[in-house]
């Protein structure tokens, strides 16, 4: 599986922005780059995704690299809601039974702290 | 709306015993299916995957096992509990023949082994 690099932690204040990095140099062609967030006992919550172009949705924005070698999660307000582990993930095609499902390998993430 | 139901929410079983999670989907058809572990730090270690009834696919060599009775229900089963069993699972379902589409998941059961 195609791997991720990310900072284990970050920190940010009440609102203002915050961009999460992530490295993925081995990143194949066609590979989805997929943001992911996951609070303290619950189950994780999809962010972003994207392939090529920059990305904007309700909850954030996801900037790729022109080599997409790196991307770049954007929460233009950050609020205390948003402290989370978010994981950055290299969702890679997959055929099985002739049904095309895409694995999902989630690495150790990065501990977003938010200050009041 | 789409949503996954899994329970219980906690587990307390102790070695030796037997396991069964469920976890049922709504709102969708023939989903692709997923169980996730979560041991001590961050990491989600994929276990088993499913696109279809029957269909069932062992990510790791364990002490677990999986099956798909119905289109959206899927089972995490072990006959005899370890200590090493001890986690969050999470169940997680997609939409069937999209790879690209993001996983959903549902809260969890934490299993504590004792």
């Known amino acids: 599986d195609a791997k991720t690099t990310q900072p284990n932690s970050m920190e940010s204040n009440e609102e203002e922005p915050v961009h999460l990095p992530c490295n993925h140099s081995t990143i194949s062609g066609t590979d989805y780059i997929h943001w992911y967030r996951q609070l303290p006992s619950q189950g994780p919550e999809y962010v972003i995704h994207g392939l090529t172009s920059n990305v904007n949705n309700r909850m954030a924005s996801l900037a790729i690299a022109e080599d997409r070698k790196s991307s770049t999660l954007i929460l233009h307000r950050a609020t205390l809601r948003d402290a989370a582990v978010y994981y950055c993930i290299l969702r890679t095609r997959l055929v099985a039974g002739g049904t095309s499902y895409g694995k999902l390998t989630f690495g150790q993430g990065t501990i977003l702290t938010v200050h009041p | 709306s789409q949503t996954i139901h899994q329970w219980p929410a906690t587990l307390v079983q102790p070695v030796g015993s037997p396991l069964s999670l469920e976890c049922t989907v709504e709102?969708?058809?023939?989903?692709?299916l997923y169980w996730y572990r979560q041991a001590a730090g961050r990491g989600l270690q994929l276990l088993f995957y499913s696109v279809g009834i029957g269909q069932i696919s062992s990510e790791v060599p364990q002490n677990l096992s999986a099956s798909r009775p119905q289109d959206r229900q899927f089972i995490l089963s072990s006959k005899k509990l370890l200590l090493s069993d001890s986690g969050f699972y999470l169940c997680a379902w997609s939409v069937h023949r999209a790879y690209n589409s993001p996983l959903h998941f549902g809260n969890g059961t934490r299993l504590t082994v004792t």
């Open positions: 709102g969708t058809s023939n989903p692709n």
